[in-house]
């Protein structure tokens, strides 16, 4: 049960105590975000999230600024301004045929675009070129342009970790979070998090846990099953699962041509997992708690 207003008081919290008292609920609560990367990368990616976002059973998305279907989002953004949608800060554009480039003029920014003009493939391309600067000059370029958009991000985090690569691409993803009071993906269970944890406040807010499947890591026989797992071994605390939405159609099939992970199927089994009974009766069963990244968001701003 959630506690009462009178324990929403700032003064009541100290920044040392767990999340999910600092938020309010008691200290064995359990509180999941369900977010939805990868919004604006394509319409069949975006019709499926808005599908997950309006029927709850996702409670954060977020989106790609350089993609080609960010128009479609600023509207859906405009007209559902209750949305919790962050920014899934692109620097990298990993599919073969199916590509994107910075915000920034690409003369103001000539270390973070390949030899087609666009973004690179991947994130070792990335950090192996990028200079520190330019790659903050394009951060908040996204952030401003989603915002003359009419997007309001509740926050943060970075398309393929390229900026959790390095300490010093963390430290400007950090820098320009904290200029815009927004959180930003973090966590204490997965390395690519671990590493930069000496990095970053203890009093900062952020997830416990995070929870995905990367890769070929999972099969798609078991696909349910692991979310399923991951609910039912949720730990007091916040926690963060991250899915990827899409319908598996011609479109998602022509954007992830040659790829047999994070393809139009793959996305649509995360599609079907999250909206099964099972699934939603799995978060019932363990008593889980569903919130959104606005909450953190304003715990920062106090």
Same mark, same amino acid.
């Given at each position: 049960m959630r506690l009462g207003l009178a324990a929403l008081c700032a003064l009541c919290f100290t920044a040392d105590q767990p999340l999910n008292v600092r938020l309010g609920y008691p200290a064995d609560a359990k509180l999941l975000i369900i977010n939805a990367d990868d919004l604006a990368m394509s319409h069949s990616e975006n019709d499926a999230s808005f599908t997950a976002l309006d029927q709850k059973l996702v409670t954060a998305a977020t989106v790609m600024v350089p993609a080609p279907w960010f128009g479609e989002v600023a509207v859906y953004a405009k007209t559902h301004p209750d949305a919790d949608l962050g920014l899934h800060l692109t620097l990298t554009a990993e599919w073969q045929t199916f590509r994107w480039g910075p915000v920034t003029p690409?003369? =103001? *920014?000539? @270390? =973070? *675009? $390949?030899?087609? $003009?666009?973004? &690179?493939?991947?994130?070792?391309?990335? *950090?192996? %070129? #990028?200079? *520190?600067?330019?790659?903050?000059?394009? !951060?908040?370029?996204? !952030?401003?342009? /989603?915002? #003359?958009? $009419?997007?309001?991000?509740? %926050? =943060?985090? /970075? %398309?393929? %970790? @390229?900026? &959790? #690569?390095?300490?010093? =691409?963390? #430290?400007?993803?950090?820098k320009v979070a904290r200029e815009y009071r927004l959180p930003i993906r973090m966590a204490r269970n997965e390395q690519v998090f671990k590493d930069l944890l000496p990095y970053v406040d203890a009093s900062y807010p952020f997830p416990d846990a995070i929870f995905s499947h990367e890769g070929d890591d999972v099969q798609p026989a078991r696909w349910k099953d692991f979310y399923l797992d991951v609910i039912k071994n949720l730990q007091p605390g916040v926690s963060e699962l991250f899915v990827h939405l899409a319908h598996d159609d011609a479109e998602m099939r022509a954007v992830t041509v040659n790829y047999d992970v994070w393809d139009a199927a793959w996305r649509q089994r995360d599609v079907d997992v999250i909206s099964s009974p099972e699934f939603r009766k799995a978060l019932a069963d363990n008593h889980v708690i569903l919130i959104g990244w606005r909450p953190i968001q304003k715990l920062l701003a106090r």
């Amino acid at each position: 049960m959630r506690l009462g207003l009178a324990a929403l008081c700032a003064l009541c919290f100290t920044a040392d105590q767990p999340l999910n008292v600092r938020l309010g609920y008691p200290a064995d609560a359990k509180l999941l975000i369900i977010n939805a990367d990868d919004l604006a990368m394509s319409h069949s990616e975006n019709d499926a999230s808005f599908t997950a976002l309006d029927q709850k059973l996702v409670t954060a998305a977020t989106v790609m600024v350089p993609a080609p279907w960010f128009g479609e989002v600023a509207v859906y953004a405009k007209t559902h301004p209750d949305a919790d949608l962050g920014l899934h800060l692109t620097l990298t554009a990993e599919w073969q045929t199916f590509r994107w480039g910075p915000v920034t003029p690409r003369n =103001l *920014v000539p @270390s =973070l *675009v $390949g030899p087609d $003009g666009n973004f &690179y493939a991947t994130t070792d391309e990335f *950090v192996q %070129h #990028a200079k *520190v600067d330019e790659v903050e000059t394009e !951060i908040r370029a996204q !952030i401003e342009r /989603a915002k #003359a958009m $009419g997007l309001q991000p509740t %926050h =943060l985090d /970075a %398309h393929m %970790h @390229s900026l &959790y #690569a390095t300490p010093q =691409l963390f #430290a400007v993803l950090k820098k320009v979070a904290r200029e815009y009071r927004l959180p930003i993906r973090m966590a204490r269970n997965e390395q690519v998090f671990k590493d930069l944890l000496p990095y970053v406040d203890a009093s900062y807010p952020f997830p416990d846990a995070i929870f995905s499947h990367e890769g070929d890591d999972v099969q798609p026989a078991r696909w349910k099953d692991f979310y399923l797992d991951v609910i039912k071994n949720l730990q007091p605390g916040v926690s963060e699962l991250f899915v990827h939405l899409a319908h598996d159609d011609a479109e998602m099939r022509a954007v992830t041509v040659n790829y047999d992970v994070w393809d139009a199927a793959w996305r649509q089994r995360d599609v079907d997992v999250i909206s099964s009974p099972e699934f939603r009766k799995a978060l019932a069963d363990n008593h889980v708690i569903l919130i959104g990244w606005r909450p953190i968001q304003k715990l920062l701003a106090r």
